[in-house]
T-cell receptor
Framework: QKEVEQNSGPLSVPEGAIASLNCTYS??????FFWYRQYSGKSPELIMF????GDKEDGRFTAQLNKASQYVSLLIRDSQPSDSATYLC????????FGAGTRLTVKP | EPEVTQTPSHQVTQMGQEVILRCVPI?????FYWYRQILGQKVEFLVS????????KSEIFDDQFSVERPDGSNFTLKIRSTKLEDSAMYFC????????????FGDGTRLSIL
């Protein structure tokens, strides 16, 4: 069974704070990992992806991957109210499996 | 920026009827996907398609479902005899080619089965 688990939240942080989103996956064959943002009623929008152990930074976003622990995370620095959305973690091994998403609210 | 386009945006169909959802992937992309998302639930993989054949499919993608690339641009999902539980958002996605490349999603088709 290829499962991707996320804390469903909701996660609430004040504006300007760091939001930390976590994800674990069960399929050790997964080769690449993606973070998508989904606003209510909209399609998933890619934030970033990672496939090597360690950190990958893109602007205010940092993805972290630990394959030994089967763990992926996303840090959002200087959180803005516009970051309020559901964040989807996905693991890819020929097919892409999504977690249920973590709902993030950034309060002004 | 190139986009994946899906039509229609909303489809209402009577239970038992056939429905075809249409997608136009980004033009130079080679891998195509269908996902569904039942309201309030997670995005679920249905099928991937490459080189004019299915490369992977999930347990959801049973005999009621089929995919086709009838011409050089369209990628379709057909549900033969719809059931109430097929009501969901259906997303099409595509990506360029080999290697680690992200999938780009269309805006989705909301399918409502009555």
């Amino acid at each position: 069974q290829k499962e991707v688990e996320q804390n469903s939240g909701p996660l609430s942080v004040p504006e300007g704070a760091i939001a930390s989103l976590n994800c674990t996956y069960s399929d050790r064959g997964s080769q690449s990992f993606f973070w998508y943002r989904q606003y209510s009623g909209k399609s998933p929008e890619l934030i970033m992806f990672i496939y090597s152990n360690g950190d990958k930074e893109d602007g205010r976003f940092t993805a972290q991957l630990n394959k030994a622990s089967q763990y992926v995370s996303l840090l959002i620095r200087d959180s803005q109210p516009s970051d309020s959305a559901t964040y989807l973690c996905a693991a890819n091994n020929n097919d892409m499996r999504f977690g249920a998403g973590t709902r993030l609210t950034v309060k002004p | 920026e190139p986009e994946v386009t899906q039509t229609p945006s909303h489809q209402v169909t009577q239970m038992g009827q056939e429905v075809i959802l249409r997608c136009v992937p980004i033009s130079n992309h080679l891998y195509f996907y269908w996902y569904r998302q039942i309201l309030g639930q997670k995005v679920e993989f249905l099928v991937s398609f490459y080189n004019n054949e299915i490369s992977e499919k999930s347990e959801i993608f049973d005999d009621q479902f089929s995919v086709e690339r009838p011409d050089g641009s369209n990628f379709t999902l057909k549900i033969r005899s719809t059931k109430l539980e097929d009501s969901a958002m259906y997303f099409c996605a595509s990506r360029p080619g080999q290697g680690v490349q992200p999938q780009h999603f269309g805006d989705g088709t909301r399918l409502s089965i009555l």
